[in-house]
């Protein structure tokens, strides 16, 4: 219907990042990227309608903190997630401490096309400008007392010191045992970790397959 | 008033009624069709050409904000929104799961743009601009219909500029498409 007025050029040639699950293009979100309005992460996962399971760190399942509990969400193919802004959540064998966000985060998983292994698990989340912020918290993991936490401002600083807020937080609870005994009931807990696992000391490594 | 403290959304594609949804600062819109159904190309229009996002077995674009967007055969207007919109085509066998998603936050919902324009020579024809960020989305949705129908009613769809007329305009929910807007759902 809009032949006259279309662009007959193929749009590769206009836009490089047209389609961001492109096999050429799908490797900047590796980690984290800037797109548009939005930071945009995507994860080459087994993704399935029954579970996620993450090559190098197993079963993808969160845990999200609420006033009644913890609540722990089975993720699956197709179902979008969204945490919303300040809630505390964390992912088993992933995260090694509670990310507490000011954005959203939105996850969306996608089963791979016919022929491949991997799907892709499409992370989004707003971009945090001025004072919005994420911190990497540590709460007991017997009665949910808060043990240690770092702040890190993204909105100020940028998404590229979030690597290293990441592993700074880490290093600082780990570096005093008291941080990780529990002042309200005693109980002494794990060593935290990175989301990296290339990051992990081999006591982090332990740690990891704890919780 | 406080707001109720929500731990979590889950949306699962291509379930529930079809309309859009409001989680947090998230808009979504899902839908679960099958690929033998017209499919709901995206078209940009760039410095007044148009660009028809190919379809893929998995397609994820963004449209950026400022960009007026149509997707045949959902909306029969060009969309105009202040903030990104994701696209997200998926096959998984004989189906095609859709995913539009708006992450917008107070500051940047701004003002939609309901706009038509001439097929042949690309020329405006009509446009309105709706404050989102005051009414909100259902009712931005409501404005579309209504603007399309009066599109549809007015000497505007004939291009003063070429003659060239129009096909009928349509809103986004074709449960309460009447005649004319069916027709021209299934043309563009």
């Known amino acids: 219907m809009f032949a006259t007025v279309g662009i007959d050029e193929p749009i590769e040639k206009i836009f490089d990042d047209w389609d961001y699950l492109d096999e050429k293009v799908v490797k900047k979100f590796t980690t984290w990227q800037v797109a548009g309005q939005n930071i945009i992460g995507i994860r080459r996962r087994t993704i399935t309608l029954n579970e996620i399971v993450d090559p190098k760190k197993g079963a993808f399942n969160s845990i999200t903190m609420t006033p009644d509990g913890l609540l722990s969400k089975q993720h699956k193919a197709f179902k979008i997630h969204i945490t919303p802004g300040g809630v505390p959540h964390r992912v088993e064998h992933s995260l090694g401490f509670w990310h507490i966000n000011d954005m959203d985060e939105l996850y969306l998983p996608i089963p791979p096309r016919p022929g491949e292994e991997l799907g892709h698990f499409i992370v989004l989340m707003q971009t945090p400008t001025g004072d919005e912020r994420e911190s990497y918290a540590q709460y007991c993991g017997q009665c949910l007392t808060m043990l240690h936490e770092y702040e890190y401002q993204t909105g100020r600083f940028g998404l590229n010191g979030i690597w290293r807020a990441e592993e700074e937080a880490v290093r600082s609870y780990n570096a005093d045992p008291k941080h990780r005994e529990c002042p309200e009931c005693g109980y002494v807990n794990p060593l935290g970790y990175c989301w990296n696992v290339a990051k992990d000391s081999p006591e982090q490594a332990a740690a990891r397959l704890l919780w | ?188």
């Not at chain 2, 959304?9 to 069709?33: F, M, N, P, V």
């Not at chain 2, 994820?60 to 994701?86: C, K, N, Q, S």
């Open chain 2, 1 to 188: 008033m406080t707001a109720a403290y929500i731990p979590a959304y889950d949306i699962y594609l291509g379930e529930g009624d079809g309309s859009w949804q409001e989680a947090s600062r998230y808009q979504i819109w899902t839908r679960k069709a099958a690929l033998a159904d017209p499919a709901l190309s995206v078209l940009e229009r760039r410095d007044g050409k148009v660009l028809r996002v190919p379809e893929r077995s998995r397609v994820m674009h963004r449209i950026p904000g400022g960009v007026p967007h149509h997707i045949e055969h959902l909306f029969g207007f060009w969309r105009t929104t202040a903030a990104d919109t994701v696209f997200i085509r998926a096959e998984m066998d004989d189906e095609v799961y859709y995913t539009l998603i708006v992450a917008t936050t107070g500051r940047d919902v701004g003002t939609e743009t309901v706009a038509w324009y001439c097929p042949k020579c690309g020329a405006e024809l009509q446009s309105a601009a709706f404050p989102a960020a005051r009414f909100g989305l259902r009712a931005f949705w409501n404005h579309a219909l209504e603007q399309a129908r009066a599109f549809n009613a007015a000497a505007a769809r004939t291009c003063a500029g070429c003659g060239t007329t129009h096909p009928h305009a349509y809103g986004f929910d074709a449960q309460v498409d009447r005649d004319d807007e069916r027709e021209g759902r299934a043309l563009w």
